[in-house]
């Protein structure tokens, strides 16, 4: 399974941004899981979201009510729409998927996209 994400830059506070992460090839019929994690400098990586083939998601407490993930199956897609975005969101933003065996521990992951909120 490949996975592309597409859609950070710069933003100011308060403003808006929409990931998207589209996956590619035949492992994807296994994958049940779909998530984006971020990365700050000098932090570990954190999950911000994440969401099953039947719709249930799962928020990290600082981005609930601000964040929301979706997901297009046919589309193979994952998106995370971010608002009232705060300088501490900003972060290197990766996509993630797995099989629900290897849940929590993500199998697949695609290339960061960098968020960066101004103040």
């Known amino acids: 399974v490949q996975l592309q994400a597409s859609g950070g830059g710069l933003v100011q506070a308060g403003g808006s941004l929409r990931l998207s992460c589209a996956a590619s090839?035949?492992?994807?019929?296994?994958?049940?899981?779909m998530g984006w994690y971020r990365q700050a400098p000098g932090k570990m990586r954190e999950l911000v979201a994440d969401?099953?083939?039947?719709?249930?998601?799962n928020y990290a407490d600082s981005v609930k009510g601000r964040f929301t993930i979706s997901r297009d199956n046919a589309k193979k897609t994952v998106y995370l729409q971010m608002s009232s975005l705060k300088p501490e969101d900003t972060a290197v933003y990766y996509c993630?998927?797995?099989?629900?065996?290897?849940?929590?521990?993500?199998?697949?992951w695609g290339q960061g996209t960098q968020v960066t909120v101004s103040s």
């Open positions: 993630a998927a797995t099989p629900a065996s290897d849940y929590p521990t993500y199998e697949y």
């Open positions: 090839g035949s492992g994807f019929i296994s994958i049940s899981y």
């Open positions: 969401i099953t083939s039947g719709g249930t998601t």
